[in-house]
């Protein structure tokens, strides 16, 4: 069956990098997305890659894909306490709808 | 091009009332999923209708849940008879041909 999985929690200092996991089962997923969640809000699309591609960068984001050991990353240059939130990797199978990872809490201090 | 937009953003009902949730994809998509999100939780799959037809409703709980995607309006989540389990934050994402990933604020649905 079809799982992603994330770490709960991640506490970085401000201006670190912030390196978020997830992992999947499907090896039919032909898009995996990187969505954030602030508190009380909707989900916003940070990034995605292809599944034909192994990395994808935009600003201070890049997402790393190894698709041999089914494992998706997502990095966060210079994190500033403002990407505080809950990030959520999703796959996107044959079926046309996103598995969610449970989620992983960046907490970012000073 | 507004974004997708949910209503009512807070919902309360008391157990066995309905709920309306309704989802106005952004202009132009005829693509729209349905997801929940309970507490401290990730987001769980319902329903994935185009118009006027659900193509997928392996998510939907067999029972007092219905989802419809008029030709015209806005997608309509239904809950009958809610419990206080029924209580999550209901999410609905549009798009154009199925590619990804539009999400609305969301409604917050609290069964007292």
């Known amino acids: 069956g079809e799982d992603v999985e994330q770490s709960l929690f991640l506490s970085v200092r401000e201006g670190d990098s912030s390196v978020i996991n997830c992992t999947y089962t499907?090896?039919?997923?032909?898009?995996l997305y990187w969505y954030k969640q602030e508190p009380g809000a909707g989900l916003q699309l940070l990034t995605y890659?292809?599944?034909?591609?192994d990395m994808k960068q935009d600003q201070r984001l890049t997402v790393l894909l190894n698709k041999k050991d089914k494992h998706l990353s997502l990095r966060i240059a210079d994190t500033q306490t403002g990407d505080s939130a809950i990030y959520f990797c999703a796959e996107r199978g044959n079926t046309d709808k996103l598995i969610f990872g449970t989620g992983t809490r960046l907490q970012v201090f000073p | 091009n507004a974004g997708v937009m949910q209503n009512p953003r807070h919902l309360v009902r008391r157990r066995g009332q309905e709920a309306r949730l309704r989802c106005s994809p952004m202009k132009g998509h005829s693509h729209v999923y349905w997801y929940r999100q309970l507490p401290e939780e990730g987001l769980k799959f319902m329903v994935y209708l185009q118009k006027e037809n659900i193509i997928d409703e392996s998510g939907m709980p067999k029972e007092r849940f219905s989802a419809e995607f008029p030709k015209e309006g806005p997608s309509i989540l239904r809950i009958q008879q809610v419990v206080r389990g029924d209580s999550a934050a209901y999410f609905c994402?549009?798009?154009?041909?199925?590619?990804?990933?539009?999400f609305g604020p969301g409604t917050r649905l609290l069964v007292l």
């Open positions: 499907d090896s039919s997923s032909t898009y």
């Open positions: 994402a549009s798009s154009p041909s199925g590619e990804w990933g539009y």
């Open positions: 890659i292809f599944s034909n591609m």
